[in-house]
């Protein structure tokens, strides 16, 4: 059996990846692969390596109740999830998703290391990069679709993410001979004739198998055009308010129309904004 470990990182793809495991992994396993992002994996599976200490500060964040006992029953039940499956369906490829697991301290990468090695030696790594100002761009937006918030985030995403640092960290622990990178343009097939970041995991999942015997079910698309447009807005408006602070009183009503706005465009008017540039691999000391 081979471990195929998609980390992430935040803001690139993820979520409609652990989507489309969830709608075929049924298929999936048809062709000897066991998806585990489903039935809440993804949020539960990272409690196998992180510390204490850091779980216990992100349920306050979250302001979430949590305690020692509560991390124990989480790492339990995915412990549980991954052996009882392995055990069930007994895989050529065992595929886990979690966009967390980029964000590991050294000492987890080592407990996630050990942790696999114990399942099987042959692991592979697929980390998605996404360029800094799409990145951004996402984390802006879905500011104002979750909160109404017009305020940047531009500053603690570039601080947060820094997908160099991130890899040297992984290859120091799983060797670097192990990490596959993904650069996607775009995340959906049908704009600019450019794979999908769903296309590019099925290429590696697959390699040498045929898949025309396949018949996938693609998530629902998001309205990119909206989004960007909601952007421009909040962004003319922050501007805008360096300007005239007075016109900060205006700040959250905006949030509330855009909100309205997303509402009103609705899945027949879904627009294509085509992702241009290159993104370099900051793979290289």
Known sequence: MK????????????????????????????????????????????????????????????????DKKKIDRYRREADRHIKNNIAKHDPDILFLSSEMFALLMDSELVRMKNYITALTPDIELVF???????????????????????????????????????????????????ITPVICEDSHPDRANTDSHIDALLK??????????????????????????AIYFMRAFNRMVTEHPDYEKYRAPLGGLLEKYAASVGPANRGAVTHSGNVDWPYDD
């Open 3 to 66: 471990c195929i470990i998609h980390l992430g990182p935040p803001k690139t793809g993820s979520t409609s990846i652990q989507a489309f495991i969830r709608l075929n992994k049924e298929t999936l396993r048809e062709h000897g692969i066991l998806a585990l992002a489903s039935n809440g994996m993804p949020e539960k599976l990272p409690y196998l390596f992180k510390n204490d200490k850091a779980l216990l500060k992100r349920f306050r964040r979250q302001r979430l109740a949590g």
């Open 128 to 178: 998605y990069l996404r360029r800094p100002d799409f990145r951004v761009t996402s984390g802006y937006k879905n500011k104002v679709k979750n909160r109404g918030e017009t305020n940047p985030v531009e500053s603690s995403y570039k601080n947060i993410f820094d997908d160099g640092k991130t890899i040297k960290r992984l290859g120091k622990v799983f060797g670097r001979e192990n």
């Open 204 to 229: 590696i999942l697959f390699r040498d198998k045929d898949m025309s015997g396949c018949d996938f079910i693609l998530p629902e698309r998001r309205n990119t055009a909206w989004d960007y447009k």
